[in-house]
């Protein structure tokens, strides 16, 4: 984008809650949208806001589809690599889930050998899992909510998520009542991040100067708070 530009072109995936979903009415919803539309009123950007599927999020932006990237994007050293991004506007660790009432003795990769393990497409966790869980048979799932059910089905024994994503599907959903965390956080900064970022091209540093100064006030003053207030009883500064 131009560096004197005063719009922006906003991806987000509405395939995550609570950070980003569609509502009945087809509008965008969650934490990542409120967040990214605080952002643009504090920085004075007209934001447009349009739906991608996660799968080819980094390309299209490459590719000058739109402009940045607002839905949740963990800030791992190979994304680094590919795009510029912000300050961190939440934090979250990964962790598996299981159904409530399985026999598994923990989450070391001898422990899920023979059982089997989701993941979802193109995410950190799917590249952690690669890494770290190369001899666990392993599914790939399209979205969360496949993954979700998968989960619920049977398909898959264990899934590997991010925590604050999944907590919403386990602490206010029916179907997500049948299962529960298993074994600790994951933190790991070179697979998993240091956090979520806003994402735009590496060449777009205005652009990017804006988002982490209108970051810093929201921060600074309730917005963000707020917001965060609004989908969890708990900060996730």
Not at 175 to 188: Q, R, T, V
């Amino acid at each position: 984008m131009p560096s004197s530009a005063q719009g922006c072109r906003a991806k987000i995936e509405g395939a995550f809650p609570p950070f980003n979903s569609i509502d009945s009415n087809k509008q965008l919803q969650g934490f990542d949208v409120d967040i990214a539309k605080a952002l643009c009123e504090t920085a004075k950007l007209k934001c447009e806001f349009v739906i991608q599927e996660w799968t080819s999020i980094i390309p299209e932006l490459i590719a000058n589809n739109y402009d940045a990237i607002a839905s949740s994007m963990s800030m791992s050293a190979e994304r680094r690599k590919q795009v510029a991004l912000s300050e961190k506007y939440y934090n979250s660790p990964s962790v598996f889930i299981v159904r409530k009432g399985t026999a598994i003795s923990g989450t070391q990769v001898n422990d899920l050998k023979h059982l089997r393990l989701g993941v979802t497409a193109v995410t950190s966790q799917e590249a952690y899992a690669k890494k770290f869980y190369g001899g666990v048979p392993t599914t790939v799932f399209h979205a969360s909510p496949d993954l979700y059910k998968a989960l619920v089905d049977d398909s898959v024994d264990i899934i590997l998520e991010d925590k604050l994503a999944v907590y919403d599907w386990l602490a206010n959903t029916k179907a997500g009542s049948c299962c529960e965390f298993k074994g600790p956080d994951i933190l790991n900064t070179e697979f998993l991040g240091d956090g979520a970022g806003i994402a735009v091209r590496t060449s777009d540093t205005q652009l990017l100067e804006k988002f982490n100064a209108a970051l810093k006030s929201i921060r600074a003053g309730d917005t963000y708070d707020t917001i965060n207030a609004k989908y969890f009883p708990f900060s996730i500064r």
